[in-house]
């Protein structure tokens, strides 16, 4: 049988006020950079099941919903109850040089990494300028 004491409880019922409850659970915790050509966001997810994510961008808005489940059964006895558990979203809101018809998403290891390619719009071009006499010459944009 699990024993537990929490002298601290106060502090718990403070805090889960601001970062979620088991009703509302917190935000999904993000990691979002650039490497090269493409953007990365990675969400922590762990316990989730794969088949609750829900993944969808509508006029660059990106959201993510997830849900995470209790073990269920009639033989099934809670005796701590601390995961927060229910339904995650987070919302990103993707700027115009996010190529988002070609988003990709995988999960493995509880995160769910998404990798959207840059615009080719949004790249860095040469730009020919022209000058008097006819004269050509190429600068960086």
Do not use: W
Not at 118 to 130: F, H, L, N, Q, Y
Request: net charge negative.
């Amino acid at each position: 049988m699990l024993m537990r004491t929490d002298p601290f409880r106060e502090i718990d019922r403070l805090a889960e006020q601001f970062f979620g409850t088991t009703a509302r659970p917190a935000v999904m915790h993000l990691d979002a950079y650039r490497d090269g050509d493409y953007f990365y966001a990675a969400f922590d997810l762990p316990g989730v099941d794969p088949d609750s994510i829900d993944c969808t961008v509508e006029r660059n808005v990106l959201t993510v919903r997830a849900e995470r489940r209790r073990a269920a059964g009639d033989n099934v006895e809670l005796v701590a109850a601390e995961r927060p558990m229910g339904t995650f979203t987070r919302q990103l809101f993707l700027g115009d040089t996010l190529d988002t018809d070609k988003l990709e998403a995988g999960y493995e290891n509880g995160v769910l990494t998404l990798r959207i390619p840059i615009s080719e719009r949004a790249k860095p071009r040469r730009i020919a300028v022209t000058g008097p006499g006819n004269g050509r010459r190429e600068i960086s944009a």
